[in-house]
């Protein structure tokens, strides 16, 4: 197979029109950020700011065009747009209602991402992958939603999205204005994640600015209505889009989650002083994978130490969340696509889940300045 050239992809959507009748492409946008790795080709579309929301036809012309290279076996654009001023279309929202409580005293730093009706964003991140953070995230997510909260789950992971695998959700987000997004609901939660835009098995190659961009339009563009705290489920380790990201998004706070191995906690610290350097609370540490409890003989096996996570909590002077442990019923029911805290809400791993996000909620509700809506104490007999 003859490798792709950019200027082949360049030249094949020079020819591209607008469906809508509004033009050509090279007059509506300027292409950018184009990625060749083995047939897959990914590519941004800088367009006008005012007129983005009208071009999803252009963006799905240039995809066909460049499809039909010979050669090529995906093809993934994106709509982008350049602000040149913080009030030029959009101007920089005020923070979630609360979210002062948060960043008191912050100085001015990147405008940051419109999100009206949100209430609190958490991040769940993590500064290595394989610890299980998008398990804790969605299962968290879950538990907050059980005691009566208004919940949403953003998958910030573009790379290797698992919310749509997780929580059980096929389809694609429709839209009644062609401008914002609806999202797609399972368990009680609203959900989001490029995952519901591509195919499972088309990989996401886009750069940087590329990733931003999407990002920012899940957040912006989507109605997530009234919520008392958007999950969000962080990419893996410390890079340009995971600070990016912290410095765009208007957090509350972050958990940060951690396996007991010493490496694990190295990557984790990393990623806690990340959230630091950016003003952004850290709200705590979880260990995930914590222990392994028999569920034959009811015997407990600390296969990868224990209470390491525990001890850095304490020695970094944030809270320590709780201990998750590592069992067959978490992995089954995640794959599933019915997450342990909806499988089996009274299981000892659901209410471990419930312990993080009760800890969590009142460190945000605390923020918030909300003493409203505290959930009950959890207790253990």
Known sequence: MASVSEEAVREALAG???PGGAGGLPVLAAVSGVVIKD???GFALEVDPAR??????????AEAAVLAIDGVTSATAVLTAHRQGAGQTRA???????????HGGQGAGPSKVNVDGIRSIVAVASGKGGVGKSTVATNL???????????????????????????AITGKPQSKDGKTLIPLVNHGIKCMSIGFMVAEDTPTIWRGPMVMSALEQMLRDVEWGELDMLVVDMPPGTGDAQLTMAQRVPLTGSVIVSTPQDIALLDARKGLNMFR????PVLGIVENMSYFLCPHCGERSEIFGHGGARQEAERLGVPFLGEIPLHLSI???GDSGTPIVAAEPDSPHSLAFSAVADAVWRDVAKRLGDTRRQPPKISFD
Not at 52 to 61: S, T
Not at 92 to 102: C, K, L, N
Not at 277 to 280: G, L, N
Request: avoid cysteine; charge should be positive.
């Open 92 to 102: 920089p929202a005020p923070a979630a209602q609360g979210h002062r409580h948060a």
């Open 39 to 41: 047939g897959n080709i």
């Open 331 to 333: 992995r089954v029911a």
């Open 52 to 61: 983005g929301p009208q071009l999803e036809g252009l963006r799905k012309a």
């Open 141 to 167: 997510a879950l538990a907050l939603s059980a005691q009566g909260l208004r919940i949403g789950l953003l998958d910030a992971d573009v790379y290797g999205p698992s919310l749509p695998r997780m929580m």
């Open 277 to 280: 350097r950016v003003d952004v």
């Open 16 to 18: 591209v029109t607008d």
